[in-house]
């Protein structure tokens, strides 16, 4: 009977602690550095148009009237900043060949002096697309354009966080694009109302081996959308960018479709999500659920970012979840899901695993997402 008793004094202390632990994890705030990683970023279901769009900047074609408009953009930090001071808006559709973007940027003063083709756009005001076909946080695809037309495209083996090294020759072959401007461009004597932005991306150009780059609509991309803006003044002839007391530059501001949290659109596992329909526009509309792995991912993304800080401070990596922040721990249900790191001299590599051992994750140091 003693021991009975005993038995059940020691389950009840365990329970008790599983209990206390639990209420502990849950009483763990997130620390700033990843809140904005755990906002669930946009998303956006392309429909598919039976006839190829004739691109020549202008929107009110019928096809485009099918579909549906993007949330206004925001400040690239989201609600650390004011909302924009002017809208802009995007919209997408698909066929065989094309993944078509229209965009409208509304402006009182259109301005754009860069003239050749790959000069640094966002030096004037632009727009931009950002394309992770593949959904891996690397091998992505930059597009920039300012309202006179010029642009800027490049293809980024990796983030500039791993490297500097961004393919600045690399073209779209294929690509289609054409600027409509209601107002005047270059002339601050007069108010305009906007530019529109028209563009057909070969799926072909955003391939990779083989493959025709044709979407899969069991699958996402990701992708995003910037506008780099400027604050000027009409003076003598020509807009001029503003400066600060001590004579330098202020600062662009960068609004985006789904706000990544940080001053960088170099972030691509914060892009926002593009699911590809089946159905026409216009026919029929198609629910958007987000996959519970990347709901996941996130867990491996926040872990990246502290291996990375750590490193920086202390010249190594961890394998010590603790020595990360325990907050990490409340990122997912301990009873579903373990977490463990195991580290080398110069590398490491996180893993999350399924208790039931179905699901298995891992990040590297190179933030490279495997198991998906």
């Known amino acids: 009977m003693k021991r009975i008793l005993t038995i059940v004094a020691?389950?009840?202390?365990?329970?008790?602690?599983?209990?206390?632990?639990?209420?502990?994890?849950?009483?763990?705030?997130?620390?700033?550095?990843?809140?904005?990683?755990?906002?669930?970023?946009?998303?956006?279901?392309c429909y598919r148009t039976p006839e190829a769009i004739e691109i020549d900047g202008k929107l009110d074609k019928a096809a485009?009237?099918?579909?549906?408009?993007?949330?206004?953009?925001?400040?690239?930090?989201?609600?650390?900043?004011?909302?924009?001071?002017?809208?802009?808006?995007?919209?997408?559709?698909?066929?065989?060949?094309?993944?078509?973007?229209?965009?409208?940027?509304?402006?009182?003063?259109?301005?754009?002096?860069?003239?050749?083709?790959?000069?640094?756009?966002?030096?004037?005001?632009?727009?931009?697309?950002?394309?992770?076909?593949?959904?891996?946080?690397?091998n992505y695809f930059e597009f920039e354009i300012n309202a006179r037309q010029t642009v800027f495209d490049l293809f980024m083996p990796f983030p500039y966080r791993h490297s500097t090294f961004a393919l600045h020759n690399w073209d779209f072959k294929g690509i289609k694009y054409a600027v409509h401007i209601?107002?005047?461009?270059?002339?601050?004597?007069?108010?305009?109302?906007?530019?529109?932005?028209?563009?057909?991306?070969?799926?072909?150009?955003?391939?990779?081996?083989?493959?025709?780059?044709?979407?899969?609509?069991?699958?996402?991309?990701?992708?995003?959308?910037?506008?780099?803006?400027?604050?000027?003044?009409?003076?003598?002839?020509?807009?001029?960018?503003?400066?600060?007391?001590?004579?330098?530059?202020?600062?662009?501001?960068?609004?985006?479709?789904?706000?990544?949290?940080?001053?960088?659109?170099?972030?691509?596992?914060?892009?926002?999500?593009?699911?590809?329909?089946?159905?026409?526009?216009?026919?029929?509309?198609?629910?958007?659920v987000l996959p519970n792995e990347e709901k996941l991912k996130r867990v491996l993304w926040a872990v990246f970012y502290r291996e990375e800080a750590y490193h920086e401070k202390n010249k190594k990596f961890t394998a010590n979840i603790s020595e990360l922040g325990n907050d990490l721990l409340s990122l997912f249900d301990q009873k579903l899901y373990k977490l463990n790191i195991t580290v080398g001299e110069t590398l490491y590599e996180a893993k999350l695993q399924s208790t039931d051992g179905k699901v298995k994750m891992y990040i590297t140091n190179e933030g490279i997402v495997k198991g998906v």
């Open 10 to 45: 020691f389950a009840g202390i365990l329970i008790s602690c599983q209990t206390k632990n639990k209420m502990e994890t849950d009483k763990i705030s997130i620390k700033d550095d990843i809140k904005a990683l755990l906002i669930e970023p946009k998303h956006y279901v």
């Open 182 to 288: 209601d107002g005047t461009l270059n002339n601050g004597n007069d108010k305009d109302r906007m530019w529109t932005v028209e563009i057909a991306i070969p799926f072909s150009d955003v391939s990779f081996g083989l493959d025709n780059g044709r979407p899969n609509p069991d699958k996402l991309w990701r992708i995003n959308f910037s506008r780099v803006q400027w604050d000027t003044r009409w003076e003598n002839g020509k807009y001029v960018k503003l400066t600060d007391k001590d004579g330098k530059t202020l600062p662009e501001h960068n609004w985006v479709w789904s706000p990544v949290g940080a001053i960088s659109m170099h972030m691509p596992e914060r892009y926002g999500y593009l699911k590809f329909s089946t159905q026409q526009a216009g026919e029929g509309k198609e629910d958007f």
């Open 64 to 138: 485009w009237a099918k579909a549906q408009w993007t949330d206004l953009f925001v400040d690239i930090e989201g609600d650390k900043k004011p909302l924009p001071t002017q809208n802009t808006k995007v919209k997408m559709l698909w066929d065989t060949n094309y993944l078509y973007v229209a965009a409208q940027l509304d402006e009182e003063h259109i301005w754009a002096y860069l003239e050749h083709k790959d000069d640094v756009v966002y030096h004037d005001n632009d727009f931009e697309i950002f394309i992770d076909p593949d959904n891996d946080a690397k």
